[in-house]
C-alpha cells in the first residue's frame, strides 16, 4: 500500500544497508568484529538458542559493539535461571490483562497531548509533544516515579542514549545522579509503599527474591528501556505514515486496520535495529557460516522484518491484512521484550485517536521538518514538525 525505502529509514551505517548474505561479518564501534545475522529463520534460531549468551558478553575482554551495554546485574545480561527469576517478578506488570485495564488510561494521557498539539497549531513538534512525554508519563505512572521527577529523569536517560555526542565523562557524572536518585526513590517506595510497581519490587528485595543490587538495576532497565524505545518507535511510525499520507489516509479511512498498522509499522520501523551481543559458548553452525567459540554475534531486526523469504512484498505496509509472522523488534524467546505489550498499546492508541483529530495532517512546510538522533543505540528522531491544516 505504501513503500519505505532505505533512504527513508534515516542515517545507518553501511552494516545495515541491504545485502544478500544471511549471515555477514562486520566490525562495531569498538573495532571489535562480529557475525550480523540478517535472515528472519537464523535470527530466531539465535535469539533461542542457549549457545549464545548474553552473560558471555559482559566478561572482562568480550567484544562489544559499542558503549550502550546494559549492567552485568540486569536481567538484559543475565542467561538461564538467574534471568528468569528477575524476568518473573515483573512479567505480570505487562500481562495482556494488565495491558487491557490500563487502555483508558493510555487514551486519555494521549488525547491530552493530542489538545497540546492542536493549541499550537502548524509547526508542532510530534516528538516533542506526543512521542516523548505519552511513554514517559505511562512508565512514571506505571513504576511511581513522582511526577515532579520526569524532567530530570528524561534529561538523564537522553544523555545515557546518546552514543556518539556525549563526552564518557558526561555520561558518567549523569549515570552517577540517576543510579543515587533511583537508591532515594526504593528507600521512600520501602517506607511508604504505595499501588506501583516499584514498591512491588522493594518488598520482593525484602523479602529475599532479589538483592539490593538487582533491584536498583531492575528499576533502571524498565525505566529506561520502555522509554527510549516506545519514544523512538511512536516517532519512527509517524514518519512512516506521513512520507507518503496515502498510508495516513488510508487510516483515517479505515480505522479497523488499526491493529495490522500497529505491526506493519512496528515491523518497518524498528526502533532497534540491532539486538544485543550474544557470545557463542561453542562452535556453533549458522547457515553457511560456523560461528567460533568466544565470537560475538548480532540480529538485525532491520533486516530480519524485511525478509522476502518470510514477508510478502517485504518493503510494503501492508495495511488491509497485516503478515503472519510476527515481526523482530521486540526479538524472541527468552530475553523477548517484556514491555512490547506496552508499546504496542502505546501505538495501536497513537494510530487510533491522532488519524481523526487531525486529518490534513502533513510534514510541515519546512526547511527541515524531521532531524534524526545520532547515535545506534535506539533509531529515532529529535524533531518531527507537522502542518495540521
Same mark, same amino acid.
Given at each position: 500500500?505504501?513503500?519505505?525505502?532505505?533512504?527513508? !529509514?534515516?542515517?545507518?551505517?553501511? $552494516?545495515?544497508?541491504?545485502?544478500?548474505?544471511?549471515?555477514?561479518?562486520?566490525?562495531?564501534?569498538?573495532?571489535?568484529?562480529?557475525?550480523?545475522?540478517?535472515?528472519?529463520?537464523?535470527?530466531?534460531? /539465535?535469539?533461542? %538458542?542457549?549457545?549464545?549468551?548474553? &552473560?558471555?558478553?559482559?566478561?572482562?575482554?568480550?567484544?562489544?559493539?559499542?558503549?550502550?551495554? =546494559?549492567?552485568?546485574? *540486569?536481567?538484559?545480561?543475565?542467561?538461564?535461571?538467574?534471568?528468569?527469576?528477575?524476568?518473573?517478578?515483573?512479567?505480570?506488570?505487562?500481562?495482556?490483562?494488565?495491558?487491557?485495564? #490500563?487502555?483508558?488510561?493510555?487514551?486519555?494521557?494521549?488525547?491530552?497531548? +493530542?489538545?497540546? $498539539?492542536?493549541?499550537?497549531?502548524?509547526?508542532?513538534?510530534?516528538?516533542?509533544?506526543? &512521542?516523548?512525554?505519552?511513554?514517559?508519563?505511562? !512508565?512514571?505512572?506505571?513504576?511511581?516515579?513522582?511526577?515532579?521527577?520526569?524532567?530530570?529523569?528524561?534529561?538523564?536517560?537522553?544523555?545515557?542514549?546518546? +552514543?556518539?555526542?556525549?563526552?564518557?565523562?558526561?555520561?558518567?557524572?549523569?549515570?552517577?545522579?540517576?543510579?543515587?536518585? #533511583?537508591?532515594?526513590?526504593?528507600?521512600?517506595?520501602?517506607?511508604?509503599?504505595?499501588?506501583?510497581?516499584?514498591?512491588?519490587?522493594? /518488598? &520482593?528485595?525484602?523479602?529475599?527474591?532479589? *538483592?539490593?543490587?538487582?533491584?536498583?538495576?531492575?528499576?533502571?532497565? +524498565?525505566? #529506561?528501556?520502555?522509554?527510549?524505545?516506545?519514544?523512538?518507535?511512536?516517532?519512527?511510525?509517524?514518519?512512516?505514515?506521513?512520507?507518503?499520507?496515502?498510508?495516513? @489516509?488510508?487510516?483515517?479511512?479505515?480505522?479497523?486496520?488499526?491493529?495490522?498498522?500497529?505491526?506493519?509499522?512496528?515491523?518497518?520501523?524498528?526502533?532497534?535495529?540491532?539486538?544485543?551481543?550474544?557470545?557463542?559458548?561453542?562452535?556453533?553452525?549458522?547457515?553457511?557460516?560456523?560461528? @567460533?567459540?568466544?565470537?560475538?554475534?548480532?540480529? &538485525?531486526?532491520?533486516?530480519?522484518?524485511?525478509?522476502?523469504?518470510?514477508?510478502? %512484498?517485504?518493503? *510494503? #505496509?501492508?495495511?488491509? *491484512?497485516?503478515?503472519?509472522?510476527?515481526?523482530?523488534?521486540?526479538?524472541?524467546?527468552?530475553?523477548?521484550?517484556?514491555?512490547?505489550?506496552?508499546?504496542?498499546?502505546?501505538?495501536? $492508541?497513537?494510530?487510533?485517536?491522532?488519524?481523526?483529530?487531525?486529518?490534513?495532517?502533513? +510534514?510541515?512546510?519546512?526547511?527541515? =521538518?524531521?532531524?534524526?538522533?545520532?547515535?545506534?543505540?535506539?533509531?529515532?528522531?529529535?524533531?518531527?514538525?507537522?502542518?495540521?491544516?
Amino acid at each position: 500500500m505504501t513503500e519505505t525505502t532505505i533512504d527513508q !529509514l534515516g542515517p545507518l551505517p553501511g $552494516i545495515l544497508r541491504p545485502g544478500p548474505e544471511d549471515v555477514v561479518r562486520v566490525v562495531g564501534h569498538t573495532g571489535d568484529p562480529f557475525w550480523l545475522v540478517r535472515s528472519y529463520t537464523l535470527g530466531r534460531a /539465535v535469539l533461542t %538458542d542457549k549457545r549464545f549468551s548474553r &552473560a558471555a558478553a559482559l566478561r572482562p575482554g568480550a567484544p562489544a559493539f559499542n558503549d550502550a551495554q =546494559p549492567a552485568a546485574d *540486569s536481567m538484559m545480561s543475565m542467561d538461564g535461571n538467574r534471568h528468569a527469576r528477575l524476568r518473573r517478578l515483573v512479567s505480570g506488570a505487562f500481562s495482556t490483562g494488565r495491558m487491557a485495564r #490500563m487502555s483508558d488510561f493510555v487514551t486519555d494521557l494521549t488525547d491530552r497531548r +493530542l489538545d497540546v $498539539i492542536a493549541g499550537i497549531g502548524n509547526g508542532a513538534d510530534l516528538i516533542e509533544h506526543l &512521542a516523548r512525554p505519552l511513554p514517559l508519563s505511562v !512508565l512514571t505512572t506505571m513504576l511511581g516515579i513522582p511526577e515532579e521527577d520526569t524532567p530530570r529523569f528524561r534529561g538523564w536517560v537522553d544523555v545515557l542514549f546518546d +552514543l556518539e555526542v556525549t563526552s564518557p565523562r558526561e555520561k558518567a557524572r549523569r549515570r552517577i545522579e540517576l543510579i543515587e536518585y #533511583m537508591r532515594e526513590l526504593m528507600d521512600s517506595k520501602r517506607r511508604e509503599p504505595r499501588d506501583d510497581l516499584l514498591s512491588d519490587l522493594t /518488598v &520482593a528485595q525484602d523479602e529475599g527474591e532479589l *538483592s539490593e543490587n538487582e533491584l536498583l538495576t531492575l528499576g533502571l532497565t +524498565l525505566l #529506561m528501556a520502555g522509554y527510549e524505545t516506545t519514544t523512538g518507535q511512536i516517532g519512527l511510525s509517524l514518519l512512516a505514515l506521513l512520507t507518503d499520507r496515502s498510508a495516513y @489516509q488510508v487510516l483515517l479511512a479505515h480505522p479497523e486496520y488499526v491493529k495490522n498498522a500497529t505491526e506493519e509499522l512496528i515491523r518497518l520501523t524498528p526502533a532497534t535495529p540491532l539486538t544485543f551481543v550474544r557470545i557463542a559458548t561453542e562452535p556453533v553452525r549458522l547457515g553457511d557460516v560456523t560461528v @567460533q567459540e568466544g565470537e560475538g554475534i548480532v540480529v &538485525a531486526p532491520l533486516h530480519g522484518n524485511r525478509d522476502a523469504r518470510v514477508f510478502d %512484498d517485504p518493503e *510494503s #505496509m501492508n495495511l488491509a *491484512s497485516g503478515h503472519d509472522s510476527p515481526p523482530l523488534t521486540f526479538g524472541h524467546g527468552v530475553h523477548r521484550c517484556l514491555g512490547a505489550p506496552l508499546a504496542r498499546l502505546q501505538l495501536r $492508541i497513537v494510530l487510533e485517536r491522532l488519524p481523526p483529530r487531525f486529518p490534513a495532517l502533513r +510534514l510541515a512546510d519546512v526547511a527541515e =521538518p524531521v532531524v534524526w538522533k545520532d547515535g545506534l543505540g535506539i533509531r529515532g528522531l529529535a524533531r518531527l514538525l507537522v502542518d495540521s491544516d
